[in-house]
């Protein structure tokens, strides 16, 4: 296990030029835009336009802050995406536009690449102690909101804020967490 500090996160250009994202993490390690096989990041939205385009991946996008934005998704109809939204999966390589409703959002992005990898993103509420499956061999916990101690075995430690917890190689099993927050827990499985 390891912890990825908020203050740790790598800013980087979108791909389309159009703002900035905050990588969290990527495999394989240092991948750029074109090489990578998953990756999570964040991104602030502050102005109407298309979504960068990346031939067979497939995303997943859930709104952290802001007032919502609608996805113009080709091939289906338009959705509104808010905080209170469940996650949004989609493939990353066909045309998608956005458009906001009310001032800039962050948004929270897993894209995995279609062949031979998926991905699922869920969020989830923590107020006390709770037990979180791991069903994934690659599992990742954003703390959002809010601040939490985590333990696996013998393992411990504590999120805040933006901190991310990176667990590998533990598939089929438990991680305990006790504290105040609002998290998201991304699942990564090799096909």
């Known amino acids: 296990m390891r912890i990825l500090r908020a203050s740790d996160h790598r800013r980087m250009p979108w791909k389309n030029g159009g703002g900035e994202t905050v990588e969290i993490a990527v495999s394989p390690e240092a991948a750029g835009l074109a090489g990578f096989d998953w990756r999570v990041s964040m991104a602030t939205v502050a102005a109407d336009g298309p979504f960068s385009i990346f031939p067979g991946i497939d995303r997943t996008l859930a709104i952290l802050d802001g ?62 102690g709770k037990t979180l499956p791991l069903m994934s061999s690659t599992c990742l916990l954003l703390c959002h909101r809010g601040a939490l101690s985590f333990r696996q075995g013998d393992e411990t430690g504590a999120l805040a804020a933006g901190d991310v917890l990176l667990i590998e190689n533990r598939a089929e099993s438990v991680l305990e967490v006790d504290g105040e927050a609002q998290c998201y827990l991304v699942s990564i499985v090799t096909n």
């Open 67 to 128: 007032n919502g934005m609608v996805l113009d998704i080709e091939g289906r109809a338009p959705v509104l995406l808010t905080t209170a939204s469940d996650p949004l999966a989609f493939q990353a390589d066909i045309p998608v536009t956005a458009k906001l409703q009310d001032g800039a959002i962050t948004d929270l992005n897993v894209m995995t690449r279609r062949e031979g990898i998926t991905h699922r993103l869920v969020r989830i509420e923590i107020a006390g």
